[in-house]
T-cell receptor, first 114, second 118 residues
Framework: AQSVAQPEDQVNVAEGNPLTVKCTYSVSGNPYLFWYVQYPNRGLQFLLKYITGDNLVKGSYGFEAEFNKSQTSFHLKKPSALVSDSALYFCAVRDEGGSYIPTFGRGTSLIVHP | GAVVSQHPSWVICKSGTSVKIECRSLDFQATTMFWYRQFPKQSLMLMATSNEGSKATYEQGVEKDKFLINHASLTLSTLTVTSAHPEDSSFYIC??????????????FGDGTRLSIL
């Protein structure tokens, strides 16, 4: 079985400050991890993924995420937040040896204040 | 690449009307597409997995006679909400992946359809 948790419904950060959106996961085998962003009344857009290799993954729009196997986490980060980063962020996981259907977290609303 | 187009983007109709939503993969073939429903400020709820040339696989609690899915070609899946009622009002999103059998690939999402039933 696979599951993913996003413990924060909302994250507030001031523009220019670093941001972190948290994600933890549970799988039986090796995880494939994804981050997506959703703007209002739009579908989800793929940001980045971790499959294997370097624990620090860089993605679109200056975002990056760090895979931590011991803590089963895959937190999304950005060194300097922009107001335009305000959106809904989803973490998703697939188990390498499991179903091809991913499990999504409940989403975290990121609000960047000017 | 890997663009998914979804139409219409917004539908407002009277109760009892049936509404069809189209999901197209524009530059790749998709043997499998996914249909999700999203309530305000909530996560995605997987409704069904649409398989080209065969019956869709519905998640528990989703009425297959209410939400008809047809995947007639490798680039088109449709979701028909039959005899829609106000409680069916929601945001519906489809997704697909060029190589669904490879679980390390991301999904590509349509822009969603906002359905409002009066």
């Amino acid at each position: 079985a696979q599951s993913v948790a996003q413990p924060e419904d909302q994250v507030n950060v001031a523009e220019g400050n670093p941001l972190t959106v948290k994600c933890t996961y549970s799988v039986s085998g090796n995880p494939y991890l994804f981050w997506y962003v959703q703007y209002p009344n739009r579908g989800l857009q793929f940001l980045l993924k971790y499959i294997t290799g370097d624990n620090l993954v860089k993605g679109s729009y200056g975002f990056e995420a760090e895979f931590n196997k011991s803590q089963t986490s895959f937190h999304l980060k950005k060194p300097s937040a922009l107001v335009s980063d305000s959106a809904l962020y989803f973490c998703a996981v697939r188990d390498e040896g499991g179903s091809y259907i991913p499990t999504f977290g409940r989403g975290t609303s990121l609000i960047v204040h000017p | 690449g890997a663009v998914v187009s979804q139409h219409p983007s917004w539908v407002i109709c009277k109760s009892g009307t049936s509404v069809k939503i189209e999901c197209r993969s524009l530059d790749f073939q998709a043997t499998t597409m996914f249909w999700y429903r999203q309530f305000p400020k909530q996560s995605l709820m997987l409704m069904a997995t649409s398989n080209e040339g065969s019956k869709a696989t519905y998640e528990q609690g989703v009425e297959k006679d209410k939400f008809l899915i047809n995947h007639a070609s490798l680039t088109l899946s449709t979701l028909t909400v039959t005899s829609a009622h106000p409680e069916d009002s929601s945001f519906y999103i489809c997704s697909a992946s060029p190589e669904v059998g490879l679980s390390n690939q991301p999904q590509h999402f349509g822009d969603g359809t906002r359905l409002s039933i009066l």
